[in-house]
């Protein structure tokens, strides 16, 4: 069975981001059974007027090429929005999902960082 | 089982009809595993197989078209040293869409399957389609 999880940090508390920063977080496994899901709960953050994003997709087991354009095209819609940023987080340790990532040459289009302290470092800096 | 079936000069051994449904991409992914698995590809490859696999079966259901009881069929294929997963539907490929891209949202999944495997091949006749993606096992 497939497994997935999309929730957004400020559930766990981690809500003091700044103004218009949200941080999401993806787990499990990301595929086209979950990317419509993803794509929502991005565009309903960005209709709420956030529009600097932090993805994490550390606890990811699998991401597919529907969820990878999940990301393309909320990178490129906060791209024409002004300010507007997304800034993908996974972890050094989780090497398959990096491994898929950058076969699909996601870091030619957005910031990939491995920690959300350091995604969220560079979202502030570039406000 | 059925009777193993000689196809291209490797053993059919196995078959799944699988619902064509977003929900069973997870069923897909345990088969391929098992079968990246038993035939002795290690972790790394195992891990590109079912990637790959996982494309395959996903473009099968969101453009292809299942059989009359809505099924796709999988089977897989060995020979000595390659390990080969044939997805097939029963629509008819109807060619890349135009300005498939990396940096676009979508139109990645078979640039991915070739990055993935060590062929893929492309069999379109008509009223059906099969992706046949192989994998040596070193």
Redo the contacts between chains.
Sequence with gaps: MSFFYIGDAAAVGEDNHGEGVAVLVAGGELDYAASPQLKERLASQIDAGMRRLVLDLSMATFIDSTAIGVVVGVALQLDELSGGLLAVVCADENKRVLRILEIAGLESLLALHSSREQALLELTAAG | MRAPAEHNGATAIDELRLPAL??K??VA?EYAQRAATAFGLDADRC?EFV?AV??AV?NA??HGAPDEHGHIHLSVLTDRDRLTLAVRDYGTFSGFAPGCA?????G??FA?MA??MDAVQLSVGSGSTIVRLSKARA
């Design positions: 977003p929900a991409l997870g992914r891990y990637f996982n494309e996903t259901i969101r990396t940096s676009t949202e979508h990645r999944g991915l990055r993935t």
